[in-house]
């Protein structure tokens, strides 16, 4: 239904082109990404990308590819509206000291259960109880990293 | 000593200004950021953002904040650049899957680490036990999550 709108030209153009206000054409590359009753989508990449890159940007993928490169250009774009400073990277380094944190938890956990293991063989009078702890820890590890 | 080349106009133009065509005036927004011996640097912000934008998000900053501002562009235009369907979006879920199997990983540790104490703390005698367990566990728990 809305194909048909579009066909009509100026009736119903999309977001992009309301905004720039131009004729939509037909085979007009930001419609079928940029609907008319979401104006704050093009509005984000216009104010950080540039109308005229975004359209080169399209041009040079493939149509299948758009859609996904649409969503990941608007995303950037209202992250940087948020934050002018850091804009996504300030997302990357978050989630990097998130990981950090993490890792640090797990190396933590995995030596008490590590110490534990030893500590239970060790009170074992079972021979080569050591060998088995160290065994199973390896064994532990490799469970915990796949 | 750049200064001073900046300030005989053409002599020394940053590198925005070199790739603009235009002359790098003494107040020039860009080159305090873009120095001519590293070219890329404009080349891709310009290709992802464009010179305009680019400009137009400087002038909103504070000058202390720019610095910030240019360096998280230029990552985010060479992620995109390298990633035309994903750019730093990819980097971003790459991440956030790294998480999830860290949290994962950890759960599974810290769920032996309270199986194990529960264990030893059933073989002994001592009443009261498996309070002292369950309060060890949200202990350790509290310790992890810091």
């Not at 774009?77 to 850091?86: E, G, K, L, Q, W």
């Amino acid at each position: 239904m809305k194909e048909s709108g579009r066909k009509a030209g100026a009736v119903s153009p999309c977001a992009a082109c309301k905004l720039l206000r131009r004729r939509c054409a037909q085979d007009c590359v930001f419609a079928p990404y940029f609907p008319a009753d979401e104006p704050h989508k093009f509005a984000s990449v216009h104010k950080v990308f540039g109308a005229s890159n975004v359209n080169k940007m399209l041009q040079e993928l493939a149509e299948h590819q758009r859609r996904d490169a649409v969503s990941s250009m608007v995303y950037e774009a209202n992250a940087r509206v948020r934050d002018p400073v850091y804009g996504c990277v300030g997302a990357i380094s978050s989630l990097q000291k998130q990981i950090d944190s993490l890792q640090t938890q797990l190396a933590l956990a995995q030596a008490e259960v590590v110490h534990m293991r030893m500590r239970q063989l060790s009170t074992s009078s079972s021979p080569g109880a050591m060998d088995m702890a160290v065994d199973q820890a390896a064994m532990g590890e490799s469970l915990w990293s796949c």
